[in-house]
């Protein structure tokens, strides 16, 4: 036993983005995850456009089980119904009324096994007028008003990749959600349907936002902001090698010290917070860093209280020496792998299994689930 | 705003000692799910870093405020009898602060050994950055996200303090506490997170660091699948300077977004062929800006073609898809998102407007089970106001 989680059973039907991070998220806290897989599914291939992702690169499937069933046929479906019956959560993430016409809607589900919480996870949600459309991160975040406030003033928005839909707003609120309603369902022996839509969670997301903005401290023109690159004092900067270099200096004491070891002259310099001089305080700011590389900035800034950090790689993310100290990062089947977050002192989670090629047997499970062990 | 939360975390009873950011994002995230969180918040009143009246500073909302002056040993005494009463207590100062405030995991443990006590930092309790101080943009600095957003050859952008002190910090923060309650609840046991939001920024990055592995994501930055390198999961400008998002992914959409622009699919570069990227870029570009943002919106509807309108926080609560949803609703005349997920049984809910700075003091100590003479001499020592 080990992780938070541990003794919780989990059934995943294979898809693309949250839905297997949530599995991650949940296995990684030491639930016993099963990813229920068609045979011969290529959905990551679709993904990596490729001829192949190996299973050792998916790092969502670490820590979980793969078994195979052909949803088509009503014996796979069977099957698949038999083993939620025995588990505690069931995720899925297909488009409202898919599960449904396989077989495996919530009423049904529920009805096997009444303690279940069924988490449905999609992009604009159950209803609603999209709810049946297509569509991926980069729309569900332009939906929610997070994408437009992420510009450069004058330029395009720039999607943070894939990590405020999927990843924050999807598959972490889902898995968070699943827990709450596990924890409901201890006391009630009731389960439930989570509707678990990524639109309401990067809104969710940018909560502080629309509070800033209704109290007139946040304007809609994106990089106009003390948080969205408006600000000097609060942006990246290219230093002498092309690299970058993160400047976080909000409060005065730490804008002091940033300035301090920038070493230039800096009396004649507009005030931190003098709106009207922010573009000639980002030129100035843009010129000194400009003079020295950014291992030399780095070491200038150590220690200090400026909020002056180096944009870094991939690879030099693992090799930092304070996320070297903490292993943020784990080599796993030679992948670099981000460690499971948060992390319990007493609870703590076994290390993370390499994603695994092959599929359990589907009847073996079953058996070990349903004896009840 | 009573006991009487709604949501699947009613009946839980959760101590916030008051700060600013990822903490209240992540005590809201309990609150809205029915937790009974008490915020311990400065006498003086703290405004949060933005000097505007409480009900706009909307992390706090769902929750009471119970004000002690943490100075005076009798208000530590009273934070403590709280904590003995509670379930969890999430808290947000740098490693060594709780400890000497008298607050600190082995002292509350001690007085209550079920206890789920949250740590929520930048760095982590550990490791040699632990005691620096530090924004959302240096925390994302060091975990690979920074570098890998913005337009090729630029800078990286800023994705404002989602990734790393809400999506990253809090939400880590929150599925930890549940997580951990759901496992005292068996072994009767608590323990202490420590939720880094250099950790749980980095576990946000987990499937773009397999691409990388795999060799199908480059470290630089908008040249890839998803960070706006190819021109079929991109933005465009519209006629009316606005903007498009668009997420053609699969052949299938592809083919309708082809459609949609007008274009002849044989006449096209094939879609993954990244050296005719830039050309096809131009070409939807062109297309893109023929148009308002909303005609292109109107246009595609029910075309599949992964098309949305890129919204402001202003117009998004007005969106019909979120309004049918109730993505957003209206609390005390503040627009505000509703909480996430949603559930059939137990739904949660906005429990009630943000408290002003120590609203609730006795009202709290009175339901946690302080006697009034307790509240009395609380009082007389000046440990509450």
Redesign the interface.
């Given at each position: 036993m080990s992780g938070p989680l541990a003794g919780v059973r989990v059934v995943v039907l294979a898809g693309m983005g949250p839905v297997p991070f949530t599995g991650m998220l949940l296995a990684d806290m030491g639930a016993e995850v099963v990813r229920v897989t068609r045979p011969a599914n290529r959905s990551q291939r679709a993904l990596a456009n490729t001829d192949g992702l190996r299973p050792e690169h998916d790092l969502a499937n670490r820590g979980v089980e793969a078994v195979e069933a052909d949803l088509k046929e009503s014996s796979g479906v069977e099957a698949v119904r038999q083993l939620v019956a025995a588990a505690d959560v069931f995720v899925e993430g297909y488009r409202p009324g898919v599960a449904e016409r396989l077989g495996l809607g919530p009423e049904v589900l529920l009805e096997r096994n009444p303690a279940l919480v069924y988490a449905r996870l999609t992009g604009y949600g159950q209803t609603g007028p999209m709810a049946k459309q297509a569509g991926h991160d980069i729309n569900y975040v332009a939906q929610s008003g997070a994408l437009h406030a992420m510009a450069r003033a004058g330029e395009a928005p720039r999607p943070p990749i894939n990590l405020l839909g999927d990843y924050a707003g999807g598959g972490t609120v889902a898995a968070f959600g699943i827990v709450c309603a596990l924890l409901e369902a201890r006391g009630s022996g009731r389960g439930q349907v989570l509707d678990a839509a990524m639109v309401d969670g990067v809104a969710l997301l940018t909560a502080k936002l629309q509070g800033l903005r209704a109290a007139g401290l946040f304007a809609d023109e994106p990089g106009t902001n003390w948080l969205d690159s408006g600000a000097p004092y609060y942006d990246t900067y290219r230093c002498a090698d092309g690299r970058y270099l993160a400047v976080g200096a909000l409060e005065a004491d730490f804008y002091r010290e940033f300035l301090a070891r920038l070493d230039v002259d800096v009396a004649d310099w507009p005030d931190q917070h003098d709106r009207a001089g922010w573009p000639k305080l980002r030129e100035l700011i843009a010129a000194a860093v400009a003079s020295k590389p950014q291992a030399e900035w780095a070491a200038i800034y150590a220690g200090t209280d400026a909020c002056v950090t180096p944009v870094l790689t991939f690879d030099e993310a693992a090799e930092d020496p304070h996320n070297a100290e903490r292993e943020l990062f784990q080599r796993i089947g030679g992948a670099l792998h981000p460690s499971p977050a948060p992390r319990f002192s007493r609870t703590a989670p076994r290390e993370p299994a390499t994603p695994r090629p092959e599929p359990l047997d589907l009847r073996s499970l079953l058996e070990t689930w349903a004896g009840g062990s | 705003m009573t006991p009487k939360q709604k949501?699947?975390?009613?009946?839980?009873r959760i101590v916030e000692l008051g700060g600013v950011g990822p903490v209240p994002?992540g005590g809201?995230?309990l609150a809205d799910?029915g937790a009974d969180v008490v915020r311990i918040d400065r006498p003086a009143g703290y405004d949060g870093g933005?000097p505007?009246?409480p009900k706009?500073?909307?992390?706090n909302r769902g929750r009471r405020s119970a004000a002690l002056d943490l100075k005076n040993p009798a208000a530590v005494d009273a934070a403590l009898a709280l904590v003995r009463r509670a379930d969890a207590l999430i808290e947000g100062f740098r490693p060594g602060v709780a400890e000497r405030l008298g607050l600190g995991?082995d002292v509350c443990l001690a007085a209550n050994p079920a206890l789920v006590y949250?740590r929520m930092t930048g760095?982590?309790q550990?490791?040699?950055?632990a005691r620096?101080?530090?924004?959302?943009?240096?925390y994302?600095?060091?975990?690979?996200?920074?570098?890998?957003?913005?337009?090729a050859g630029g800078?990286?952008?800023?994705?404002?303090?989602?990734?790393g002190d809400?999506?990253?910090g809090s939400?880590?923060?929150?599925?930890?506490v549940?997580?951990?309650?759901?496992?005292s609840?068996?072994s009767g046991?608590?323990?202490?997170?420590?939720?880094?939001m250099?950790?749980?920024?980095?576990?946000?990055?987990?499937?773009?660091?397999?691409?990388?592995?795999?060799g199908?994501w480059n470290?630089e930055r908008?040249t890839?699948?998803?960070?706006?390198g190819a021109p079929w999961?991109?933005?465009y400008?519209t006629a009316d300077d606005r903007?498009i998002?668009?997420?053609a992914?699969?052949a299938r959409?592809w083919r309708n977004v082809l459609r949609l622009l007008g274009f002849d699919e044989d006449e096209m570069p094939d879609q993954?062929d990244r050296s005719r990227w830039p050309e096809v870029r131009e070409k939807f570009a062109a297309v893109f800006r023929t148009r308002t943002r909303d005609e292109w919106c109107a246009l595609a509807e029910?075309e599949?073609?992964?098309?949305?309108?890129?919204?402001?926080?202003?117009?998004?609560?007005h969106?019909?898809?979120?309004r049918?949803?109730e993505?957003?609703v209206e609390v005390d005349g503040?627009?505000?998102?509703?909480?996430?997920?949603?559930?059939?049984?137990?739904p949660g809910a906005v429990q009630g407007p943000p408290p002003r700075p120590g609203q609730h003091t006795g009202e709290v100590l009175g339901d946690w089970g302080f006697t009034p003479g307790e509240v009395a001499a609380l009082r007389e020592a000046g440990a509450i106001a």
């Open positions: - | 949501g699947p975390l009613a009946g839980i994002f809201m995230l799910l933005a505007v009246d706009f500073n909307l992390l995991p949250g760095w982590g550990d490791g040699p950055l620096e101080p530090g924004h959302d943009i240096n994302i600095s060091l975990t690979g996200v920074l570098h890998s957003i913005g337009a800078p990286p952008a800023i994705p404002l303090n989602l990734t809400f999506g990253g939400l880590y923060l929150a599925l930890g549940v997580s951990a309650l759901l496992e609840r068996a046991r608590g323990q202490v997170i420590d939720a880094a250099v950790d749980g920024s980095a576990s946000l990055m987990t499937l773009v660091y397999g691409l990388h592995a795999a199908y470290d908008g890839n699948r998803l960070d706006s999961y991109q933005v400008a903007w998002s668009i997420a992914n699969e959409f993954h029910g599949e073609s992964c098309l949305a309108p890129v919204l402001s926080l202003t117009e998004a609560p969106h019909p898809h979120l049918a949803r993505t957003f503040v627009v505000q998102p509703a909480p996430a997920p949603r559930f059939s049984r137990t």
